[in-house]
């Protein structure tokens, strides 16, 4: 049974960092395309950055402005999002999702993890 937790969310000042994590079980690491996605409350999800098995990387660049990177381990099976530099419109619930790399749909969600920035 495949299972994805996110974990790492707090509340921070602006100009803070934090750094989330998305562990996934039951999932064959190399066979998986992994983004995070964000919401915040009344707006839509977006995307925030993506990674694929061998490490390939995509950003929404208008939103993260170089201010975050993604990377993965996948001996260990997660997927990390490090934010630097935080702004109170980061302020959302950051959800990791998991797709087969050839598969055009996210298959697996996490419940996600609250990110808070204060001004």
């Known amino acids: 049974q495949v299972h994805v937790a996110e974990s790492g969310g707090g509340v921070v000042q602006a100009g803070g960092s934090l750094r989330l994590s998305c562990a996934a079980s039951g999932l064959l690491s190399s066979r998986y395309f992994v983004s995070w996605f964000r919401q915040a409350p009344g707006k839509e999800r977006e995307f925030v950055a993506s990674?694929?098995?061998?490490?390939?990387?995509?950003y929404n660049k208008n939103s993260i402005r170089g201010r975050f990177t993604v990377s993965r381990n996948n001996a260990k099976n997660t997927v990390d999002l490090q934010m630097n530099d935080l702004k109170p419109e980061d302020t959302a619930l950051y959800l990791c999702a998991a797709r087969p790399n050839d598969g055009a749909d996210y298959e697996y969600w996490g419940q996600g993890t609250q990110v808070t920035v204060s001004s």
């Open positions: 990674i694929s098995w061998n490490g390939d990387n995509t």
